[in-house]
C-alpha cells in the first residue's frame, strides 16, 4: 500500500509550504494499492478542484493545486512505464470531462 500523503511529502524538491500543505489537506490519510491507483486518485482530485475553480486568489490557489497533482499523478505512474500510458490517456479523458465553466477561469 501507498500513503499518498506521505509519498507527496517524499517527492523532490519539496513544493513550497502552503502549496505543500494545501496537497496534504486535499489527499488527507488516504492509500492506495500502487502507483497506478495513486496516479487515479490524483487526477480525480485534480479534476474535483478544477470543477469548482473560484475567481480570484482561491481560485488561482486552487488550479495551483490541480497542477501540481497532475504533475505528481504522471510521476506516480512513470513508477510503472508499462501503465504510463493509460494512466495519462484516463487522466485527459477525466480532465477534459471537467466543465469548462462557460469560458471563465
Avoid at 14 to 25: C, G, K
Wanted: aromatic share 2%; net charge negative.
Amino acid at each position: 500500500m501507498i500513503d499518498a500523503g506521505r509519498w507527496i511529502s517524499s517527492r523532490e524538491p519539496a513544493p513550497p509550504a502552503v502549496l505543500s500543505d494545501r496537497l496534504a489537506t486535499v489527499v488527507g490519510d488516504r492509500s492506495c494499492a500502487d502507483s497506478q491507483a495513486l496516479a487515479e486518485l490524483l487526477v480525480e482530485e485534480a479534476a474535483r478542484l478544477l470543477a469548482t475553480l473560484h475567481d480570484g486568489r482561491k481560485g488561482a490557489e486552487d488550479l495551483l493545486v490541480a497542477d501540481a497533482l497532475i504533475t505528481y499523478a504522471m510521476e506516480a505512474a512513470a513508477d510503472e512505464p508499462d501503465a504510463i500510458e493509460g494512466v495519462a490517456a484516463r487522466a485527459v479523458q477525466r480532465l477534459g470531462a471537467v466543465s469548462s465553466r462557460g469560458g471563465q477561469a
